[in-house]
Each structure stands twice: as structure tokens, then as C-alpha cells.
């Protein structure tokens, strides 16, 4: 099977991301070298943002999220892509894309999010308890299970109200992977 090909520039952690990309997509990509960016990468991924579009795409792990949200941070209408924790995990306990198999490289890809502007939330804190994705027991599971779907990365419940307005993931959708969840 031929590779898929990414236009965008693809971010990531470091050359063991950036080679088992290169063995799951065709692609080009902006190393980050840890999570102390600096300066000349920041300024790397605004021209790519410029020329052809970048996409995040770090590691599911603490210094990953940082990573992702320094850039969020200077370039918030940047593209996502996410990882489940569960399929970027190495046979000696790694963590990161360079454990993950093609497979879930490639499905990563293909449901990239782009952050909207949020003028009006259209998720609210009523909504979050309402559907149990905070204030019961059942509610970090229920969220684990929505973010898996969407793809999305594990967030507690301010963060996925956050990131459910920012990606304008619509009521509709959410509530059919919740009716997933519960079987209904």
C-alpha cells in the first residue's frame, strides 16, 4: 500500500517521531527537541503555518501537552492531531509516537482538528454534568471513552468543555458517543 501523504508540516518531539512518521506517511516535519522551545523553532513553524500549514502532533505524555500548548499558545488556530495514550505505549514502557504502530499513526492523522475562534460556547459547564462528564463518579470514564472517539487526547472535565468549544464539536455528535458508551 502506498503511504498517504501530509501536506501540512508535521510537529513533533524528535527524530524517533520523525522517522516512524516517515515509515507510516509521507511527510516533512519540524522537530521540537524537547519541551523548551526556543525561538528559531517557534519561528520555523510560522513559516510552515505560512507556506503550507503544520499540524501538532506530540506525544501523549506531560512534556507532549506541554509542548502542544507552548505552540497553542503563539498560534492558536493551528492544526491537531492526538494520539490515544493506550496505542503510543513501547514494549519497555515508553511512552510516544515512536512506539505507535502505522496503523494508529495513520488514523491519527486522518481526524485532524483545527482550533475556532470561541466567541459564543455552545458547550456549557450545565451541559458537562448533564451528560456525567463531571460532578459523578462515572465522569472520568465517560470522558476517557468521548475523548478516545473524538480523538481528541484526555482532558478532565475544564479542559474537554475547553476543547469541545474549540474544535466546535457539535451537541449532536457528542451525545450519539455517549449513547455509545451507555448502550442506549
Not at 22 to 46: D, F, P, Y
Not at 60 to 69: Q, Y
Not at 99 to 127: F, G, K
Not at 155 to 184: C, M, P, S, V
Amino acid at each position: 500500500m502506498e503511504k498517504p501523504v501530509i501536506k501540512e508540516v508535521i510537529i513533533v518531539e524528535g527524530r524517533d517521531d520523525t522517522r516512524r512518521l516517515n515509515e507510516a506517511v509521507s511527510c516533512e516535519t519540524i522537530e521540537t527537541n524537547g519541551s523548551a522551545i526556543n525561538e528559531t523553532v517557534l519561528k520555523e513553524i510560522e513559516v510552515a503555518l505560512a507556506t503550507r500549514g503544520a499540524i501538532i502532533f506530540t506525544d501523549p505524555d506531560f512534556p507532549g501537552h506541554k509542548i502542544r500548548n507552548t505552540i497553542l499558545e503563539r498560534f492558536p488556530n493551528i492544526k491537531e492531531a492526538f494520539l490515544p495514550r493506550e496505542k503510543a505505549k513501547g514494549r519497555l514502557g515508553g511512552i510516544g509516537i515512536e512506539h505507535a504502530s502505522i496503523e494508529a499513526i495513520r488514523e491519527s492523522l486522518s481526524q485532524v482538528y483545527t482550533n475556532m475562534p470561541v466567541t459564543e460556547e455552545t458547550i456549557t459547564l450545565a451541559d458537562m454534568t448533564g451528560w456525567g462528564l463531571s460532578g459523578s463518579t462515572e465522569a472520568a470514564v465517560r470522558r476517557r471513552y468521548l475523548c478516545d472517539r473524538l480523538n481528541i487526547g484526555y482532558a478532565n472535565a475544564g479542559q474537554l468543555r475547553k476543547k469541545l468549544n474549540r474544535y466546535n464539536i457539535d451537541k449532536a455528535r457528542i451525545l450519539k458517543i455517549l449513547k455509545e458508551f451507555t448502550g442506549e
